[in-house]
């Protein structure tokens, strides 16, 4: 059989000039998260697939790339999967039919799909050597079995911060203050960090008419708005049946209300004894704390129709928008109850999650120099260079490199002109030729 010299199909190779940025913003990261108190941690890439499978990662759980069990434990399950299908039938089975089988017995756990739950086991785990309350940073691949289009690939590095134990609306203004002062050292400005609650989502549903068990269903097709706008909502909620009274009196909310306080307050005063007061005004608080706190170049937008996919957000969910890229590069929000789903008692937590690679992406597409990367030296070395002068060379290059210069020695080619030009794309700007019957 053929070798492949392609990636798996969802995968990618990184080349030179990409990974030097994605270096460069793993250390900015690191460094810009350090300075607001966050810790790196790290967890196990592999989880069990019971944790994967809990109806915490919504959509994400049909995109799991599950492990099949191993040895003794595959065989045995395996084995007992023909039984079952066997029982009570006097027909032959076709071992290689796994119709009508529930195949997914045959897994024991799963590459993660993002870093949130991983890190609720972590601190679960954990929690009595840490402190409280704990500030994770974590950044690391992760893979869903998703269709791989322009930016998005089946494996990809996200890069997480969170709070853990931390119950007041601190966490969030934390949060989004850090995550924001990150995208400024990055050059990008005029963003939105679109802001909600998942009680405000709720409420309005109450409120409007609709039945607790249909809120789920009802989200989804909200979390279209920007797509097929406030009459493409209306039509496609008066097909899932609800009536046309509790939709226009849903609707009516989202076009009247303004992305800013006075929008917060809107919604407040309309919904009543549906919204607990707490709530709304905690958002306003944390649109007024982060608005005069901020460092960067972005605004704050109350935006109602945010959803955020995860069905384990509790509170208050966050979006970065970049309207002059256009789409989503993070986002994030609380979620107070999955830890408690490892420990049995409630546990405060949120997490802003960036989107490392659409952020890579957009660098790359805008010609992104790394900073500190205008001077590389390049040592070209005949060929055939004699020991003693091939050891003064090394020793030059020992002596630059010791004071902080990028030096790379490499062995001339016969198109000299060619390997120049190739290097210079590179970023090699000064090059030194040594040749053998010349003096070093």
Not at 136 to 163: E, N
Not at 235 to 244: A, D, F, Q, S, V
Not at 311 to 321: A, D, Q, V
Request: aromatic residues 10%; contains cysteine; negative net charge.
């Amino acid at each position: 059989m053929a070798m492949k010299k392609k990636p798996v199909t969802g995968m990618k190779d990184i080349l030179p000039k990409e990974m030097a940025i994605r270096d460069y913003c793993i250390g900015l990261i690191k460094e810009t998260y350090k300075t607001f108190g966050f810790t790196s941690v790290e967890t196990p890439c592999v989880e069990h697939i019971e944790n994967l499978s809990s109806n915490q990662g919504g959509e994400n759980e049909k995109l799991i790339f599950k492990i099949l069990k191993r040895g003794d434990k595959l065989t045995g399950a395996v084995n007992n999967l023909i039984s079952s299908k066997t029982a009570g039938s006097d027909k032959e089975v076709d071992k290689n039919d796994d119709s009508d089988i529930d195949v997914s017995t045959l897994s024991d756990s799963g590459l993660r799909y993002d870093l949130t739950l991983p890190l609720s086991r972590y601190y679960s785990n954990n929690a009595n050597d840490l402190p409280s309350p704990f500030k994770a940073l974590q950044m690391g691949s992760v893979w869903r079995a998703d269709r791989p289009q322009r930016g998005r690939y089946r494996q990809f590095m996200q890069c997480d911060i969170d709070i853990l134990g931390e119950s007041s609306i601190l966490a969030e203004i934390e949060l989004i203050l850090a995550t924001t002062t990150l995208l400024g050292k990055l050059d990008f400005k005029n963003f939105t960090i679109r802001i909600n609650d998942r009680r405000i989502l709720k409420a309005m549903a109450a409120y409007s008419g609709f039945p607790e068990t249909d809120y789920d269903t009802v989200f989804i097709i909200l979390d279209k708005m920007d797509k097929i706008g406030l009459e493409g909502v209306k039509e496609e909620l008066i097909g899932c049946g609800y009536g046309e009274e509790a939709v226009d009196k849903y609707l009516k909310l989202f076009d009247a209300v303004t992305g800013d306080i006075e929008g917060v307050k809107y919604i407040k005063e309309t919904l009543g004894d549906f919204l607990d007061a707490e709530v709304s005004d905690n958002l306003a608080t944390i649109i007024t704390s982060v608005e005069n706190a901020k460092s960067a170049d972005f605004k704050m937008q109350f935006d109602p129709t945010l959803v955020r996919g995860m069905s384990y957000y509790t509170g208050p969910i966050f979006e970065i928008s970049m309207d002059e890229y256009g789409g989503s590069v993070g986002g994030g929000g609380r979620y107070d109850e999955m830890i408690g789903k490892f420990i049995g008692t409630p546990t405060p937590a949120c997490g802003f999650s960036i989107g490392f690679e659409r952020i890579i992406m957009l660098l790359l597409e805008n010609d992104f120099k790394v900073p500190g990367e205008n001077y590389k030296k390049a040592y070209l070395v005949e060929k055939g260079m004699p020991s003693d002068k091939l050891l003064k060379i090394l020793e030059k290059a020992k002596e630059e490199r010791e004071a902080g210069m990028s030096v790379n020695v490499v062995v001339m080619k016969k198109n000299k002109k060619f390997q120049k030009d190739q290097m210079a794309a590179e970023g090699y700007t000064e090059f030194v030729e040594f040749f053998k019957d010349r003096d070093i």
